[in-house]
């Protein structure tokens, strides 16, 4: 049974960091692409960021282009995802996701696991 669990989340100042962790379990961790999306309240769950196997392709939303980073560590089957000068619109419920996709998909109907979700709140 594939599990994702993140943790990380909490709250920061505008300007501020984060790093967010998501540890997986009941999969082989380094045929997955991996990924972090976010919901804010009242809009559309919404991929930030994934990264392929190898962790040498990425993508990110232009909302966070810049300021966001995924890495993962295979070895430790853990995805994280770093975030530098938080603005307040970037507060929402942030989940890491899998998919066993070929390609390094940004589209968040590919991805067919899911963790619970962290709250990140940032303040202005």
């Known amino acids: 049974q594939v599990q994702l669990v993140e943790s990380g989340g909490g709250l920061v100042q505008a300007g501020g960091s984060l790093r967010l962790s998501c540890a997986a379990s009941?999969?082989?961790?380094?045929?997955?692409?991996m990924g972090w999306s976010r919901q804010a309240p009242g809009k559309e769950r919404e991929l930030v960021g994934a990264?392929?196997?190898?962790?040498?392709?990425?993508h990110y939303a232009d909302s966070v282009k810049g300021r966001f980073t995924i890495s993962r560590d295979n070895a430790k089957n853990t995805v994280y995802l770093q975030m530098n000068s938080l603005k307040p619109e970037d507060t929402a419920v942030y989940y890491c996701?899998?998919?066993?996709?070929?390609?390094?998909?940004?589209?968040?109907?590919?991805?067919?696991?899911w963790g619970q979700g962290t709250q990140v709140t940032v303040s202005s």
């Open positions: 996701a899998g998919t066993r996709a070929s390609w390094v998909s940004f589209d968040k109907r590919t991805y067919d696991n």
């Open positions: 009941g999969l082989t961790f380094s045929r997955y692409v």
């Open positions: 990264m392929g196997w190898s962790g040498v392709m990425t």
